[in-house]
């Protein structure tokens, strides 16, 4: 089967075929470390997280970097609001990215290289843009001209005819409807405070663009095959990276530009002043769990806009132990008899759902179709392994999952309340049984009715 992925520079979907046989050289826009990271991000980090995973289902090696941007406008104003050092502060929201990222089980890629500690690198690639006449020294600013780049704004669709040549700006992130010539290297100010470089371009600190050049040329070489994002950053931040990236080397940069879509919240976009916005912390001290998240945020298209609700959040949580529940219930059954083509088609519709431009919907539908006819003639061994090998895509940790035991493994005062709530139940009390669950789900222990009676087994800790 052959992947096709939606390429944002055609605005057509393409079969994927890597530059090097069997080795995906990707690059990821990271976090910019100012701040917690909000659930959007995160839509961004599992999109990519997904991607990586299937690239290895599907048998590719992968050389992945992730940039953490650790210099540029917000992280200089906070620090200082702060009155703390740059690396003081950037560290420290660097290590709960990776805190969180861990939380919602993302693999960790295999470089996250910092922007302070590729200044040469950066300085390098101004150089050359400067002795290619790409570049210019302006008063505040080594600046990028977007008019001698030929076909500056084709990816992002730019009408180019009304440009302004000349028009500049400093800020890292600026107006998305008119192109201007953009920052490169940023003299010293004393907005800056001590952050800044000597350098040969003169005392200053990179602008945000061009470290995402300089950092994915360095570990992927000029050209890579997969570049994803957010589609916020079609313009101008990816633009610009081709432009410098392009001018500078004379490759093509990028084969196959990959953004996923927004996430909004209750239908609404995220901001502070509406009361919606929301970091994974947020989420989990309202009780969510990781799986549940991660399962929303993976669930829909990665190029359609997701609605984060309550309602969306707990249905996830109950797709998820679904998924769960059916994994440790047929780790220790049999398989019934057609299991085994049940196994081979289920896999290669899944395969076949994912290689259409990672249709996520689609796969989940197969993977739940799976499990209710697996049911329907016994799911064992098999079946389970099945949900292992899809889990390897998914994430959900699925095989991690605990043993289902009956009442005579159970504590007793475990044993006790269960057999309290099956009498409520009985009596088709469901008030009474349902806090009964809440009571042992808060011990960490699950209740599951079955036709054998009712079951339990341990909850993860989060």
Same mark, same amino acid.
């Given at each position: 089967?052959?992947?096709?992925?939606?390429?944002?520079?055609?605005?057509?979907?393409?079969?994927?075929?890597?530059?090097?046989?069997?080795?995906?050289?990707?690059?990821?826009?990271?976090?910019?470390?100012?701040?917690?990271?909000?659930?959007?991000?995160?839509?961004?980090?599992?999109?990519?997280?997904?991607?990586?995973?299937?690239?290895?289902?599907?048998?590719?090696?992968?050389?992945?970097?992730?940039?953490?941007?650790?210099?540029?406008?917000?992280?200089?104003?906070?620090?200082?609001?702060?009155?703390?050092?740059?690396?003081?502060?950037?560290?420290?929201?660097?290590?709960?990215?990776?805190?969180?990222?861990?939380?919602?089980?993302?693999?960790?890629?295999?470089?996250?290289?910092?922007?302070?500690?590729?200044?040469?690198?950066?300085?390098?690639?101004?150089?050359?843009?400067?002795?290619?006449?790409?570049?210019?020294?302006?008063?505040?600013?080594?600046?990028?001209?977007?008019?001698?780049?030929?076909?500056?704004?084709?990816?992002?669709?730019?009408?180019?005819?009304?440009?302004?040549?000349?028009?500049?700006?400093?800020?890292?992130?600026?107006?998305?409807?008119?192109?201007?010539?953009?920052?490169?290297?940023?003299?010293?100010?004393?907005?800056?405070?001590?952050?800044?470089?000597?350098?040969?371009?003169?005392?200053?600190?990179?602008?945000?663009?061009?470290?995402?050049?300089?950092?994915?040329?360095?570990?992927?070489?000029?050209?890579?095959?997969?570049?994803?994002?957010?589609?916020?950053?079609?313009?101008?931040?990816?633009?610009?990276?081709?432009?410098?990236?392009?001018?500078?080397?004379?490759?093509?940069?990028?084969?196959?530009?990959?953004?996923?879509?927004?996430?909004?919240?209750?239908?609404?976009?995220?901001?502070?002043?509406?009361?919606?916005?929301?970091?994974?912390?947020?989420?989990?001290?309202?009780?969510?769990?990781?799986?549940?998240?991660?399962?929303?945020?993976?669930?829909?298209?990665?190029?359609?806009?997701?609605?984060?609700?309550?309602?969306?959040?707990?249905?996830?949580?109950? *797709?998820?132990?679904?998924?769960? %529940? @059916?994994?440790?219930? #047929?780790? !220790?059954?049999?398989? $019934?008899?057609?299991?085994?083509? =049940?196994?081979?088609?289920?896999?290669?519709?899944?395969?076949?759902?994912?290689?259409?431009?990672?249709?996520?919907?689609? *796969?989940?539908?197969?993977?739940? %179709? @799976?499990?209710?006819? #697996?049911? !329907?003639?016994?799911? $064992?061994?098999?079946?389970?392994? =099945?949900?292992?090998?899809?889990?390897?895509?998914?994430?959900?940790?699925?095989?991690?999952?605990?043993?289902?035991?009956?009442?005579?493994?159970?504590?007793?005062?475990?044993?006790?309340?269960?057999?309290?709530?099956?009498?409520?139940?009985?009596?088709?009390?469901?008030?009474?049984?349902?806090?009964?669950?809440?009571?042992?789900?808060?011990?960490?222990?699950?209740?599951?009715?079955?036709?054998?009676?009712?079951?339990?087994?341990?909850?993860?800790?989060?």
């Amino acid at each position: 089967m052959v992947l096709k992925v939606y390429n944002t520079a055609s605005r057509k979907k393409e079969a994927f075929k890597p530059i090097q046989e069997n080795l995906v050289k990707i690059y990821s826009c990271g976090p910019t470390v100012y701040n917690y990271a909000h659930i959007g991000n995160y839509r961004s980090y599992i999109f990519a997280d997904v991607l990586r995973r299937y690239l290895e289902w599907k048998g590719y090696k992968l050389k992945h970097v992730m940039n953490i941007t650790d210099v540029d406008d917000k992280t200089i104003r906070d620090s200082r609001k702060e009155g703390v050092s740059l690396r003081e502060f950037t560290e420290r929201y660097t290590k709960a990215f990776f805190n969180d990222t861990d939380a919602l089980n993302i693999e960790r890629v295999e470089i996250y290289p910092k922007a302070t500690e590729h200044i040469n690198e950066i300085v390098k690639l101004v150089e050359a843009l400067l002795k290619k006449g790409y570049a210019y020294k302006g008063n505040d600013a080594i600046y990028y001209d977007i008019s001698k780049f030929k076909g500056y704004g084709k990816m992002a669709h730019l009408d180019m005819k009304g440009l302004k040549s000349g028009a500049r700006v400093s800020q890292d992130e600026y107006d998305k409807e008119h192109a201007s010539d953009f920052a490169l290297w940023k003299f010293w100010d004393e907005q800056d405070g001590d952050v800044f470089w000597n350098t040969s371009l003169g005392k200053g600190r990179p602008g945000w663009h061009i470290e995402c050049s300089a950092m994915s040329m360095k570990y992927l070489g000029p050209s890579l095959d997969i570049h994803t994002g957010g589609v916020d950053l079609i313009f101008p931040h990816h633009q610009n990276e081709i432009a410098q990236s392009e001018a500078a080397t004379c490759k093509k940069f990028v084969r196959y530009w990959m953004h996923n879509e927004h996430l909004v919240v209750e239908g609404k976009k995220m901001s502070k002043s509406l009361g919606n916005f929301f970091t994974l912390r947020d989420l989990l001290k309202k009780g969510h769990s990781p799986e549940a998240i991660r399962y929303l945020l993976l669930a829909s298209h990665y190029r359609q806009k997701l609605n984060l609700t309550e309602e969306g959040l707990k249905a996830s949580q109950q *797709a998820a132990d679904r998924l769960a %529940d @059916f994994t440790s219930r #047929a780790m !220790s059954r049999d398989d $019934g008899k057609g299991i085994k083509a =049940l196994v081979k088609k289920a896999r290669s519709d899944f395969e076949a759902a994912l290689d259409d431009d990672l249709n996520m919907p689609l *796969a989940l539908s197969v993977v739940f %179709d @799976f499990m209710r006819d #697996a049911n !329907s003639i016994g799911a $064992g061994r098999k079946a389970y392994e =099945l949900m292992l090998d899809f889990d390897r895509v998914l994430g959900l940790k699925l095989g991690g999952a605990g043993e289902w035991k009956g009442l005579e493994d159970a504590q007793p005062e475990v044993r006790k309340l269960i057999l309290e709530r099956e009498r409520f139940r009985q009596k088709r009390e469901w008030k009474e049984a349902d806090t009964l669950r809440e009571k042992l789900k808060a011990m960490g222990i699950k209740v599951e009715d079955s036709k054998e009676g009712p079951q339990w087994k341990k909850l993860e800790k989060q």
